[in-house]
């Protein structure tokens, strides 16, 4: 008899490290106090276990506020209704009412404090560019608002809005990993870009509340 010579071959399953997931990439929705929603996309780059880097895009899109006239609106932004909206002074303009959608790009640096196996707090700061302003105006000739509302829609740079081209943020918040997957929720603290508030600082800070769903890479 002879012998069989040869080898068994060991198989290792190879699962992705942690270390080696750098990127995650996700879906972040957040409502805020105007109110606001908000709907984006966002990756999330891992400096270490500790420090990470958030940016993306986000569409805003911001509840009605309602003026009684030129005056009141002048009162309260410290801009002149006329001017703003490129609207002829018409001397009986009633019931303004302005919603506004923006389009802006956050950057946020991130700092994890582990708590328990899959689940750490985490702090952060931000700012958010403003790149597209898209604003609904409405108004009518009567105070009792009687007849047909006159609408405007415009869509312009931040600048011409009169808006501030960059807010910062900070947040508190918790994060929750199940293998790839992560959910994130926090309370955010922001500046708006709006005319309003860039020129009546007292309306400020705004809160939001902000979610987050992601699988690493």
Request: proline content about 6%; hydrophobic content about 35%; charged content about 20%.
């Amino acid at each position: 008899h002879i012998p069989q010579r040869g080898f068994d071959l060991l198989t290792k399953q190879i699962t992705p490290s942690s270390k080696n997931q750098k990127w995650a990439i996700g879906i972040t929705g957040a409502l805020g106090d105007r109110p606001n929603y908000v709907a984006g996309l966002f990756a999330e780059y891992h400096l270490n276990k500790r420090w990470t880097v958030i940016s993306g895009i986000d569409y805003v899109m911001i509840g009605g506020r309602s003026y009684y006239n030129p005056v009141a609106y002048i009162y309260r932004t410290g801009l002149d209704f006329y001017n703003t909206y490129r609207v002829n002074s018409i001397p009986d303009l009633y019931n303004i009412r302005i919603k506004e959608n923006y389009i802006s790009v956050p950057l946020t640096a991130r700092y994890y404090q582990p708590i328990w196996r899959g689940y750490s707090a985490f702090a952060g700061v931000g700012i958010r560019y403003q790149l597209l302003n898209i604003q609904e105006v409405s108004y009518t000739l009567s105070s009792s608002g009687a007849g047909d509302a006159i609408e405007k829609t415009y869509i312009r740079s931040a600048d011409q809005a009169q808006h501030r081209l960059l807010a910062p943020s900070a947040e508190l918040g918790f994060s929750a990993s199940f293998g790839r997957y992560k959910f994130q929720a926090s309370g955010l603290i922001r500046t708006e870009p709006d005319g309003e508030n860039k020129h009546h600082p007292r309306h400020e800070p705004k809160p939001e509340i902000r979610v987050y769903f992601s699988r690493k890479f």
